[in-house]
C-alpha cells in the first residue's frame, strides 16, 4: 500500500471513506469526484490496471460502435482540447490509452490497488461500516461502498464438456493475452456470433490459415463503416463538443443517434427505402437509434425493416445456403443488441472460411485436437471463445455480498435484480451500485449514462455527509415502484420479447435460461429526469439516519 492508498489507516473507525470496486471508465471518474470532496477513497481492482473493459478485451478487431469522440469524458474542457482520437470507432489500444492517460493526467494512480479480486463484502450494523474481503485475505472496512464493476465484466464459458482437453491454444475473448497471438497458417475454429464474434472474424478471416465459425444463432450486424480522424476534423469536433454532449443527452441511447421525427405508417414505401439505403451506407448505430422508432415498437414495421436487412445479407454473401444461415429467423433486427461489423459478411466469401450452424448439428465435445460436432470432427490449433457475458448482474452475483441481517445480494435477485434507480438497493445500507441493473447507463453510450449516475451518486453522498447521516439505505416502498416503472417501460420495446444480455438471457449459466428485467428501457433524458426530480425532493426514497445517539 502506498501513503495515500492508506489514508483513513490508524485513525478511529474504518480504513477508508469510500471504497471503489472496479478501475473502468465508471470507477475511474467516481474517484475524480470523491477526490473533490477530500475523501479517503480507494479503488480495488481485479485486474493489473485501469481500463476495464479496454483493460481485458484486447482480441483482435475490438473496437468502440460508439463515435470515440462521443465517448470520451465530458467532464473536463482541458482534456477535451487535448485528447484527439485518430478513428470515427476507435480500437481498443486507443482506447485503453486514453483511459490510461485521464488516470496520469489526474493523478488518480495513487488511489488505486490492482489485482485486488474483492470476493465477499458484508455490512456491520453496530459500526455502520462495509468490510470489503480480497482474495488475497486482506479485509479492508469503509463507511460507503460504491460498485463499480462492469456490466460486461463477467465472462462465460459454454458448458460443453471437455474443455479442458484441448492441447492447441484456446483463449475467452475476454481474457484475450497482452502479447501478439500469431495466426498465420493456423487452423482457428471460434464458438459464438455475438458482437465480438463478429468483430473478430471480420479481422482475422484474412489471417488466419483457415476459419470454422461455429453459429448458434445468427445477430443482424450492420456495417460500422469506420474512417480515420484527420487533423482538421478533429480540431472541428472539438469545437463542436458542446453541441456534441447535448445532442447525447436528448437521445433516448445518449449516442448522436436518435429516432427520425418521421412516422413509419406515415412514410410511403420509396421513403422508408430511401432512409434505409441512407442509414446502411451511414457509419454507426444510425441504422438501429436512428430508424423510425416504429422498428424497435412495432411488429409489423419491424418485419419490414427485417426483410430489407435480410436482402442486404443476400446481396453480400455469394453462397444462398450461408446467406440463409445468417440471417436470423427467431428475432427482428434491433431487438438484440445489433454487433456493428466490418467485413463480417464478405469473410464467408472466402475459400478459407467455414461456417457450422450449430443449432442443425451440436458441439458434443471439445476433444484433445478440436471440437466435435453431432456429424464431424473438426482439428484446430487455435480455439476462440467469444462466449460473451453474464451480463449485468453477472459480477455482482461473483461477489458475496451480505447486507443487513445477513441478507444475501445474490438470494434478493434471483429471479429479477431489485434496486431504487439502479442506485442502490433495499437491504444494503451505505451502498451505491453505480451502473447497476435497471440503471440507465447500462442501456446507453456509457460515459453519457455513467457521467449521470457518477455525479447523482456524489451529489447524495455530499447530501449525506452536510446533514450528518450515517446510514443511507433505499426504502423498500421506493424500490417496489421503481421496480414496477422498469417493467413498464420494458413493454414499450419489442426487445422484452428477446433472449439477449438486454434481457438477461444466457443459456451458460444456470437460472439464466429465462428473460428478466435488467435494463432502464426508458430512455437516457427520462432517467435524468427521475434522478433530478428525486434529489431535488431530498431523496424521499431513500432514508437517511443520522448517527445514533451515543
Ligand atoms: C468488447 C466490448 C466493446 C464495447 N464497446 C462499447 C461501446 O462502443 N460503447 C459503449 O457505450 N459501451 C461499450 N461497451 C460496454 C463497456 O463495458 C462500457 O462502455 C464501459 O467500459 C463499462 O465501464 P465500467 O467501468 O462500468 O465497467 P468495466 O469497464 O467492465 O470495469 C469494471 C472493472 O471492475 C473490475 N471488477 C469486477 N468485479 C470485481 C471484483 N470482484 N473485484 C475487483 N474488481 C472487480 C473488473 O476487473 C473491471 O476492470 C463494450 C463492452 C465490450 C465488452
Not at 2 to 28: F, K, L, M, N, Y
Not at 431 to 442: D, Q, R, W
Request: charged share 25%; aromatic share 12%; with cysteine.
Amino acid at each position: 500500500m502506498t501513503e495515500s492508498q492508506s489514508e483513513g489507516v490508524g485513525r478511529p473507525g474504518p480504513d477508508h471513506d469510500v471504497i471503489i470496486i472496479g478501475a473502468g471508465v465508471c470507477g475511474i471518474y467516481q474517484l475524480y469526484r470523491l477526490l473533490q470532496l477530500d475523501l479517503a477513497v480507494t479503488v480495488l481492482e481485479a485486474g493489473d490496471g485501469v481500463g476495464g473493459t479496454w483493460y481485458w478485451n484486447r482480441y483482435p478487431g475490438a473496437r468502440f460502435d460508439s463515435e470515440s469522440w462521443t465517448y470520451g469524458y465530458s467532464f473536463s474542457k482541458e482534456l477535451l482540447d487535448e485528447w484527439n482520437w485518430s478513428e470515427n470507432f476507435a480500437a481498443q489500444p486507443e482506447t485503453l490509452g486514453y483511459l490510461q492517460h485521464v488516470v496520469e493526467r489526474f493523478d488518480l494512480e495513487r488511489h488505486m490497488q490492482f489485482g485486488c479480486k474483492v470476493d465477499r463484502v458484508t455490512w456491520n450494523e453496530e459500526a455502520r461500516t462495509w468490510t470489503v474481503e480480497l482474495a488475497d485475505g486482506r479485509a479492508p472496512t469503509c463507511r460507503f461502498l460504491m460498485t463499480a464493476i462492469g456490466l460486461l465484466s463477467a465472462p462465460t464459458m459454454p458448458t460443453i464438456e471437455g474443455v479442458g482437453d484441448f492441447r492447441g491454444q484456446a483463449f475467452h475473448t475476454y481474457y484475450w493475452p497482452h502479447e501478439p497471438v500469431d495466426f498465420s497458417g493456423k487452423r482457428v475454429g471460434i464458438i459464438g456470433t455475438g458482437a465480438t464474434g463478429v468483430q473478430v472474424i471480420g479481422e482475422i478471416a484474412d489471417k488466419v490459415g483457415s476459419l470454422t465459425v461455429f453459429q448458434r444463432r445468427p445477430n443482424w450486424c450492420a456495417p460500422l463503416h469506420n474512417s480515420k480522424i484527420s487533423a482538421q476534423e478533429m480540431a472541428d469536433i472539438k469545437s463542436r463538443y458542446d453541441e456534441i454532449f447535448d445532442r447525447c443527452a436528448e437521445t433516448p441511447g445518449g449516442f448522436i443517434h436518435g429516432p427520425v421525427p418521421e412516422r413509419f405508417f406515415e412514410a410511403d414505401p420509396e421513403e422508408r427505402l430511401a432512409l434505409w439505403e441512407e442509414l446502411y451506407d451511414s457509419p454507426g448505430f444510425g441504422i438501429w437509434l436512428g430508424n423510425y422508432r416504429e422498428v424497435l415498437m412495432d411488429e409489423e414495421a419491424n418485419a419490414e425493416f427485417s426483410a430489407f436487412m435480410a436482402d442486404k445479407i443476400r446481396q453480400r454473401v455469394h453462397d444462398p445456403e450461408v446467406a440463409e444461415k445468417l440471417i436470423p429467423k427467431d428475432h427482428g433486427f434491433g431487438v438484440q443488441r445489433v454487433p456493428m461489423e466490418t467485413d463480417y459478411y464478405e469473410a464467408y466469401n472466402r475459400d478459407n472460411v467455414r461456417l457450422v450452424d450449430i443449432s442443425e448439428t451440436p458441439i458434443e465435445r471439445i476433444t484433445a485436437q478440436g471440437i466435435r460436432t453431432s456429424t464431424e470432427d473438426f482439428e484446430f490449433d487455435i480455439i476462440i471463445y467469444a462466449t460473451g457475458f453474464d451480463a449485468i448482474t453477472g459480477a455482482f452475483d461473483r461477489i458475496d455480498f451480505v447486507g443487513v441481517d445477513g441478507l444475501k445480494l445474490r438470494d434478493k435477485w434471483r429471479d429479477n435484480p431489485i434496486t431504487f434507480l439502479g442506485m442502490g438497493v433495499a437491504g444494503f445500507p451505505n451502498l451505491l451500485t453505480l451502473a447497476g441493473p435497471t440503471g440507465g447507463s447500462v442501456s446507453t453510450n456509457f460515459p453519457r449514462g455513467i457521467e449521470l449516475a457518477v455525479d447523482w451518486a456524489t451529489d447524495l453522498l455530499t447530501h449525506v455527509l452536510e446533514n450528518s447521516v450515517t446510514r443511507f439505505e433505499p426504502t423498500a416502498e421506493a424500490e417496489r415502484e421503481w421496480v414496477d416503472h422498469v417493467r413498464e417501460m420494458y413493454g414499450m420495446l419489442l426487445l422484452r420479447k428477446a433472449k439477449s444480455w438486454f434481457t438477461g438471457y444466457n443459456s451458460n449459466v444456470e437460472g439464466h435460461d429465462r428473460t428478466r428485467f435488467m435494463i432502464y428501457a426508458g430512455g437516457n433524458p427520462r432517467y435524468r429526469k427521475r434522478l433530478e426530480r428525486e434529489a431535488e425532493a431530498g431523496y424521499p426514497g431513500i432514508r437517511l439516519d443520522p448517527a445514533p445517539a451515543a
